[in-house]
């Protein structure tokens, strides 16, 4: 016969290890936190314990007593004012250097320093959602079509969009085949995660059905009418054409002209 396993010993000694661990972790965490024993605290981990509080008052005094100038900047006025002077006006050579000392331009506090700090990276590249103004290339092409167009009824608030001078529409349906081979299925599903040939293949100016509840469509009738002026955000980045376009197809055929 083999010698016995000594599972239960080496399952002992993991337990003790795991147990010491711990302990050591729960009394670092505790000097951070808490602080240590003698009530000394590094001055690495003076300005962590600081209260938001302290930081507010700290930023008030230097807002609104600014620093006093330099004794070199003091210094000099004063110099100049007793070369200037007679050998008997020193007192009043004295009142005059001081009067210049106190209405020289003080150098901005550090509360205003770093106002001025931000206020210059909101203008520089490193902010990327500045508005950068027109650059070379681009171009402006303001909507001449009316408010309402012809065709306004139940579906089409702001009348028929996306239509030629015939009725027809501008950007007419992509025919989807009847049966799309494997590589054509996960073309159009690349970067979309769903098949954007479908949504090629329907019109832009598709509307849906009412699938709402009888309760919901009751709640509904409670409503305001008269709803005032909103804006519609659409955010988007590398979206498929046809999903965009009749998003904002849906938004004009169901939202009110005012």
Known sequence: MGKPRRRGCTLTSIIGWVALSLGIGLVVLHVIVVGYPSGEVPVSQRSLRRRPDEDDARLSEERDSPPAPEAGEAAAPAAAAQEEAPAGGAEAAASDAAAAGAGATAPASKYEA????????????????????????D???KSTAPDILPGRGPGHEHGLLGRNSDGTERIPPTPLPEKMTKEE????HRGFCF???????????????DFRSAACKKKHEGYPKDLPTATVVIVFHNENFSILVRSIHSVLNHGPPH
């Open 195 to 209: 098949n954007s040939r479908v949504s090629d293949s329907l019109s832009l100016d598709r509307s849906q059905g």
């Open 114 to 137: 770093e106002v001025a700090a931000m206020k210059a990276w909101e203008l520089s590249d490193e902010n990327n959602a500045k508005f950068p103004g027109p650059r070379p290339g």
């Open 139 to 141: 171009t402006e092409q």
């Open 185 to 188: 299925r996960r073309d159009a």
